[in-house]
């Protein structure tokens, strides 16, 4: 080996395909686990039992039991049903409608882009968590509108990507020998535009996965997400917080598990990304 | 001489925001005739790179007038517009970046003829007899624009220009990016398909040696303005503005 390269080295193609796989493979798994968590838990998540209540880890309770006696285990892998699908849904909705936006914005140009990108800027100014807070005020609790109050505050986000990604596809030279081909905007923005920016709107949208699950969490911590005895991670952990000294296993299972679909959703965005940058091409 | 394209006093001027505003082409009148080559001289900025977007509608006017085949095209939009391209078509300056870099050059070359109503057999069929037809093989319609050289990419870039059989070809500075041989290469591709397919060229450029034995007429143009026209041989032997007497020197 005495080639002398100048350019940053690249990650090999094939590693970054092996690297891919197995973190879609890991992500696929945890969302098939998700959906089909009600077979695997080993005992009932509603379940309880007094007699059991705050009982250590041990062979029949992996991961011990909470106050009511409920066993962890099964309340985590019950939990993971709402948190995972709800985050996926939600990162789903934010990143359909705001590329929706930024392209319509981009292409419709005068007053309507203007309008809706400052709409965008007064949804980007409310924080989350009061927003959440006023959305709970007046729909009330639960997953959907926590789901609601953090969709209205993320989709500017995409709409200003997708909206600068189509401006910039705009200004190409290959834009205009399109439209001297005769396509219709329509098919433009299927053909040309949408599969030139799906590349980072996507990423970011593998990214935002892990950032919105703590969000969800952080909400149902708060009590404005799923509402006990529904098990989700967020509204577990606030739950058994006064139990941290004591039997900390209650509080560090579902933040445990927290971290972990963090993690993995992070790890696979990251792969995507590195996957879909054309420097890695070929 | 019938006429294919006429511009009557175009006149363009780019406004941003609270800058100056800047008059890019001022009064240009010029007509291409059927099958008549004429070539667009100029240095960097003179104007007129942004004539071949006016005239092909990628710009909107300020002023004047475009007729192409007998129509007025100044403000044609949708389906009008659309009929106009048929007419004409153009060859842009960097023939990698004129090819959406997510399509097959293949698919770059059919998107016209489909979009007229070919059948994706026919268009293929098609293609692959224009890729022949400007020196291409058929293989490389299954590659994307980054894995061909720049001179194979703009035979491509001809042949999706010429597949709805456009009356007037604008080059739009089409062999500036590309090195001598390979430019030499296209010029002589340009002759032939001109001889064979008997259509007009306007033809944009800044070398005006390149242009000496390929055009009828030639146009130069100085800070957004005409300033001289002639036949190719009487503006380079015998030029009246200084300013053309210096293109030609710089060449020499």
Redesign the interface.
Known sequence: MNEVSVRAPKISRDRLKKKLYFFSLVAALLILAAFFSEYLCPYDPYAQDMSLAKAAPSAQHLLGTDRYGRDMLSRVIAGSFTSIFSTLALVGFITVLGTIIGVFCAWAGKWIDTVLMRLADMFLAFPGLVFALAVAAVLGGGVHNAIFALAAISWPKYARLARSQTLAQQE???M?????????PL?IIR??VL??IAGPILVTAMLDIGTMMIELAGLSFLGLGAKPPIPEWGSMMSDTRNLLATQPWVTLAPGFAIFLSVMIFNLLGDTVRDWLD?KNR? | MEKILEARHLRKVFQAGSREPLLAVDDVSFAVGAGEKVALIGESGSGKSTVAKLITRLLAVTDGQIFLDGEEITRARGMKLKQAYRKMQMVFQSPVDSFDPRCTLGDGIAESLRNHGYAKAEAGAETARLMELCGLRPELSDCYPYEVSGGQCQRAAIARALAIRPKLLILDEATSALDVTVQAEIMSLLNRLQRELSMSYLFICHDIALVQDFCDRVLVMHNGRIVEEGTADEVIRHPQKKYTQMLIDSVL
């Open positions: 190409l030279p290959y205009q020998a399109v439209r001297m081909a005769g396509s219709s098919k053909k040309h599969p030139n054309p070929r």
